[in-house]
């Protein structure tokens, strides 16, 4: 059935909505998915031309239709004339000082008539054919045309809103990345460097993408992937004083005992510098070492 | 969105605590420090065993230093919140009048200036903890009575709230999803019904 490419798709992006890290790129789905979509689309051509042809038809139905009306009126027109010239006759012969005999004419004008007669009923005839031609048609055409249209319009519509979903929770999990201001997985994932990677500060944050595989990345969105940091770092100069991809959570103490998780040699922050041995400890205040806490350097004691 | 769904639509208890940092307690200091103009609030001349009042936030950390000591809020002594406790017994059907954040006021004095109250800490916990109670219960009641329209909670307190949204709002959408589909179904059902009966008339 159409729209079952799409379905899994779907289930693929609830899955993966939970992930703290993005999944692959489902190309061969996408690929199935626009190919299907092709097909409909190449069906709407098909049902289009029919259409087409069938109205083509129906004009000239129409056309004959009208035609043969018009000829009906016009026998009816020449059935009136030789009325007339009938009637003009009777009086003729009812004249007393006519004494031609008018029966020739008459007996002529009569057979006019029952040819003409024949002919209205043939016209007749053929209009009521005409016209329930056109009324099967268009129901037909009504029925059955516009029916496989429509529901052809409605599972292209369908795959593409299937198709926009997936990508939209791609794109707002790599925003969500790319707020955390931390660098990127490269080369092949391994689980250890997956669990390097998740932060203290990126600990508590449930239901974040706090992981990101460029690799995982399809190529359009490795680029969006840098123009939002582009974008990112445009809005934040606007605000330099105020750290706006920093920790969300309120200011409680201003000076933190913190542990050192791994090492990184001296370390200067804008207020002195650290010499960071692993499993060393400091006391520290809290808004100069935020950073080194966020790049996973430093654990906060509490 | 860029913000953790788990921020969205609802406050963390930090935050609500950091609400509760910003209003004003009484202190007495035990040094004299000159005034300090602030971007949000200014602290004013403190002198020493003379009252001021300044925001919690300063006054932790000068409590925190041994600069001076926090005068508790007259609200939190044993008596005044056992007459709550038994104000909240006798009426089950209302929340008594407590500050708005008393629960987080009364925790952080509790944690880190215990020696200032008045009363023992214990028994202020264990009838904090009592009122805390009474309350949850009552709360839960209540939420059999949520409709598609409206929810009274006078005299429930901030956190108190923060802890019923992520359930309340949902419900109460859903609810009222429900109710404006079945009220246009029945509409139409009545248009229709007129329709038929005009049909009959003719």
């Known amino acids: 059935m159409y729209g079952d490419t799409a379905n899994k798709l779907i289930l693929d ?71 007339k010239k009938l009637k003009e006759i009777e009086k003729k012969e009812r004249d007393p000082r006519n004494t031609r005999d008018f029966s020739s004419e008459r007996s002529e004008i009569t057979a006019m008539e029952t040819v003409l007669l024949k002919r209205k009923e043939n016209t007749a005839e053929l209009v009521q054919d005409l016209s329930k031609d056109i009324e099967q048609i268009n129901e037909k055409h009504s029925k059955i045309n516009q029916c496989q249209l429509f529901v052809t319009h409605l599972s292209m519509r369908r795959n593409k809103r299937c198709l926009l979903a997936y990508e939209k929770l791609r794109a707002d999990k790599i925003a969500e990345f790319a707020w955390l201001n931390i660098d990127p997985v490269e080369g092949t994932p391994s689980s250890t460097t997956m669990e390097s990677n998740v932060t203290p500060i990126t600990k508590n944050l449930t239901n974040y993408t706090t992981s990101l595989d460029l690799n995982n990345l399809n190529h359009f969105e490795q680029d969006f992937f840098k123009q939002y940091q582009d974008l990112i770092m445009n809005f934040k100069s606007d605000f330099e004083d105020i750290d706006l991809s920093g920790d969300l959570n309120a200011p409680t103490n201003i000076f933190i005992d913190v542990r050192v998780l791994k090492d990184g040699g001296e370390v200067t922050t804008e207020y002195g510098s650290f010499n960071l041995i692993k499993d060393s400890q400091f006391f520290v205040r809290k808004s100069d070492v935020e950073r080194l806490i966020q790049q996973g350097y430093l654990e906060e004691i509490v | 969105m860029v ?91 209302q929340f008594s009048d407590l500050p708005w954040n008393w629960l987080e006021v009364s925790k952080i004095l509790l944690e880190k200036a215990a020696d200032d109250l008045l009363d023992p800490a214990d028994q202020l916990r264990s009838v904090i903890q009592d009122l805390r109670e009474v309350r949850l219960v009552k709360s839960k009641k209540g939420l059999r009575e949520l409709n598609e329209s409206n929810i009274q909670l006078n005299g429930l307190s901030l956190l108190e709230i923060n802890e019923i949204r992520p359930f309340v709002i949902p419900v109460m959408n859903k609810l009222r999803k429900l109710h404006e589909t079945t009220q246009s179904n029945n509409d139409t059902l009545r248009d229709q019904d007129m329709d038929d009966a005009s049909d009959d008339d003719y």
Not at chain 1, 20 to 36: A, T
Not at chain 1, 44 to 62: A, M, P, R, W
Not at chain 2, 28 to 37: A, E, N
Not at chain 2, 76 to 82: A, C, D, G, M, S
Request: aromatic share 6%; charged share 30%; hydrophobic share 35%.
């Open chain 2, 3 to 93: 913000l953790p769904s788990g921020l969205q639509g609802n406050f963390p208890p930090s935050e609500i605590t950091f609400f509760a940092e910003n209003e004003l307690i009484t202190i007495l200091p035990r040094y004299s420090i000159k005034k300090i103009d602030l971007i949000g609030t200014r602290i004013p001349n403190l002198r020493a065993m003379r009252r001021e009042q300044v925001p919690l936030w300063v006054a932790l950390i000068l409590k925190a230093q041994d600069k001076c000591s926090i005068v508790p809020p007259k609200w939190l002594n044993v008596v005044f919140l056992k007459e709550k406790y038994d104000d909240e017994v006798r009426k089950p059907l």
């Open chain 1, 13 to 83: 992006a609830k899955r993966s909505s939970n992930l703290s890290s993005i999944p692959i790129y489902q190309s061969d789905l996408i690929r199935d998915i626009v190919k299907e979509t092709n097909d409909l689309n190449k069906d709407v051509d098909y049902l289009t031309g029919v259409h087409d042809e069938i109205t083509d038809q129906l004009n000239v139905l129409t056309e004959q239709y009208n035609e043969s009306i018009e000829k009906l009126q016009d026998i009816n027109r020449q059935r009136l004339e030789l009325d």
